[in-house]
Each structure stands twice: as C-alpha cells, then as structure tokens.
C-alpha cells in the first residue's frame, strides 16, 4: 500500500471533500487523523469506518482559528497515532456576501478558518517532515482563486492566498522530500460552497464543460495522486471539469 505507516491529518474531515479525502488516504495505507469543528457524530463514524477497514484513525474536534486549540490537536494526533507524514488542509467556510456586505470581522473570521490553520499546521509538522525527509501538505484552495467565484471576494482571496501559501513552502522543502501541492475544485457536489438545490445544480451544471458536477470522490483522487507522487511539488492541480483551463 501507496501510504503503509504513513500518517495523515485532515482537516474538516467530518464530512464533504475533507471525509472523502480522509477516506482515500486511509485506502491507501495511512492512519488519519479526521479533524472537525462542531460535527463529532460524523466524525466519530468516518472513524469507526476507517478501523474496520483495518486502519488506525482518531477523530479530534476543535475551534481551528485558536492557535492553543491547534496545538491542542497537534499533540493528540502525535500522541495517539505518531508523527504526522501528510497534512490536507482543508477546513473552510464560505459565506455568501458582496463587497458591500463584508465587514472587518466578517473579513478576519474568513481567513481565521481558510488560510491561517493551514500556516500555523505547516509551520508545525513541516520540521519534523523535513528531518525525516517525507512529507506531503495539501491546500484545498478553490476555482475561485483564479476567477473570483461567486462566493466573495473574502474567499476567493483567502483560497488564492493558499495557493502562494503552497509556492513559498514548496521551494524551501522540495529539497528535503517534502512536496507541497494545491488542489481547486469547483462546483463539487456536497461541497460547502454549492449553493442552491436541484435546479439550481443543474443550472450550474450546463456551464461545466464535461456536463455534471464534480464529487467528493474525485477530489479525494487528486489528493491521492499528488500525495503518492514525490515529484509534483508547488503545483495547482484543478478539479472544475475543465471550468478554468490553463
């Protein structure tokens, strides 16, 4: 197996592109940490699947824009599953707002979940990996990072922030087999930022070119993808069914 003793941390795992993903790692050998905000529940299923399919897997909850609480984490992961070889960040929130409706805290909550937690974990696990030579962190960005979406510019600023979060990490840990990768999915089903419902989604699918939504299910194969390959580093791999091709 691609990721036998291997461990992975995932955030916002309870569910969505974060459950699917922390799914796929575990298929492949690694042990995961499914990270949550509020849903134990869903959590504390993903985790009780992950061991009867023979794999080790703890789920830890906390408010992710505490630096304390990420520590907090970082220490119960360590402790119960051991060093942590593969971190996905991709805990988020996505609130629907214009330009004028954004206020200063509105502004400052969204890069406290988006893009902050995904420094602060790097910045935590990213020595152990560089000592053990391997190591792979993921940025779940978004589509919107190049286009803007129709989010708002708070979020489509903070998943481009991710993106140049990924360039600068990855030119310092490339050398020491560490690989750092983005993905940027789009119009994901079950994603948190699908807005709308069934007609909705099928509005939004006429305008991708392959003619669907995307699923969870393919984020998490990209993820894999990238986390087994040692030579992709400081790349954007976009799952949008080809919505932003370049």
Do not use: C
């Amino acid at each position: 197996m691609e990721l036998e003793g291997r461990v992975g941390l995932v955030t916002g795992a309870s569910r969505g592109i974060g459950a699917a993903i922390a799914g796929r790692l575990s298929e492949a050998g690694a042990d995961v940490a499914v990270v949550y905000g509020s849903d134990k529940e869903a959590a504390s299923e993903l985790v009780a699947r992950i061991e009867r399919d023979g794999r080790r897997a703890v789920a830890v909850g906390g408010d992710l824009r505490d630096p304390a609480a990420l520590e907090e984490i970082s220490r119960v992961v360590e402790n119960s599953l051991g060093l942590v070889d593969v971190l996905v960040s991709n805990a988020g929130i996505a609130p629907m707002q214009s330009l004028g409706e954004i206020s200063d805290s509105d502004w400052d909550r969204v890069m406290e979940v988006n893009l902050r937690p995904a420094f602060l974990l790097a910045r935590r696990f990213a020595p152990g990996m560089r000592e053990r030579e391997w190591g792979r962190i993921v940025f779940v960005s978004s589509v919107a990072a190049f286009t803007g979406g129709m989010v708002g510019p708070h979020y489509a600023a903070s998943k481009a922030a991710l993106i140049g979060l990924s360039r600068s990490l990855a030119a310092s840990l490339a050398p020491h087999g560490v690989t750092v990768n983005a993905v940027a999915p789009a119009l994901i089903e079950e994603g948190a930022t699908l807005p709308g419902g069934e007609e909705e989604h099928s509005r939004l699918a006429a305008n991708i070119p392959v003619g669907r939504l995307g699923t969870t299910e393919e984020v998490a194969q990209a993820v894999h993808a990238i986390v087994t390959n040692a030579f992709i580093t400081a790349q954007t791999v976009s799952v949008d069914g080809g919505m932003y091709p370049r």
